[in-house]
């Protein structure tokens, strides 16, 4: 039987079958290989994963007995997989979050976390394409790592916060660097953050037990081949647990919802050739463990 002692991960995709049919919800153990199609084999499991999160912990053992049993396997080339998660009640970012981001920009590191929102309707899948809006001249990259949350979550302490916590997943924050100016929706950065297109996630969540620490993994984006960023999680101000914690003292996290967790240095804006994302670019966000994105830049119709 499978267990939570096994070295393999439990990565949680949503995807739809080439052929035809409904948005499934799967378990993949590795990277690349056939997914367990768990919504598929019991009628009972949510075929999303908010909707599977807010079902509560029974959802989770039920998955795991699906896994064990392997009943119903897909190829990923039989697939079109889509982004991890859809329609959380809500994405908070997490500004200036990296030491090696604020030492770029010459900033002192803060005291405090200061946050941001994305709307839903930003994120793609893993290899959706990213939109260049046609107003903005300065589309800029951040990799980040996505904590997703797994139960309702309101003023808990910070040695109780990975209670809470579901599992974790790639981002990239895309960022319309001209609308982050004070000339710009009166230097509000939610158009600068919520165009279309600019938040996409995936290829799948892992489970927090998969992760043995995420506070001691590499991430990396490369533009056209090129390595632009090359961070580790080792190098936040503050870290996932207190993120968590300070705001659940502020708002109520939900099941499903996502925390960006910040970038590290090497993002385009602050480069010595202030290099900004330019229709047809290929950007390649990875985390080890979790996965890669590959995301086109694409004109806007």
Known sequence: MFSCSNQVAMRFM????????????GVQ????????EVSAVRASVPNNLVDFLRAGPQMMDKAKRIVAEGESLISCENVNILPPITKPDKIICVGLNYKSHCDEQKKPYPKEPFFFSKFPSTIVGPNGNVIHPPNSRALDWEVELAVIMGKECRNVFKDKAKD??????????ISARDWQKASKNHGQWLFAKSMDTFCPLGPAVVAKEFIADPHNLRLTCSINGSKKQDGNTSD????????VSYLSHCITLLPGDIILTGTPSGVGIFSQTKQMLQVGDIIESEI??????????VSSK
Do not use: E, W
Request: proline letters at 4%.
């Open 14 to 25: 949503q995807y739809t079958c080439k052929r035809d049919g409904p948005q499934r919800l």
């Open 29 to 36: 153990l590795a990277p690349d290989r056939d997914i367990i």
């Open 164 to 173: 809470y916590i579901f599992g974790y997943t790639v981002a990239q924050d």
């Open 236 to 243: 936040m101000v503050h870290d996932i647990y207190d993120l």
């Open 288 to 297: 080890s463990g979790l996965g890669k994105l590959t995301n086109h830049v």
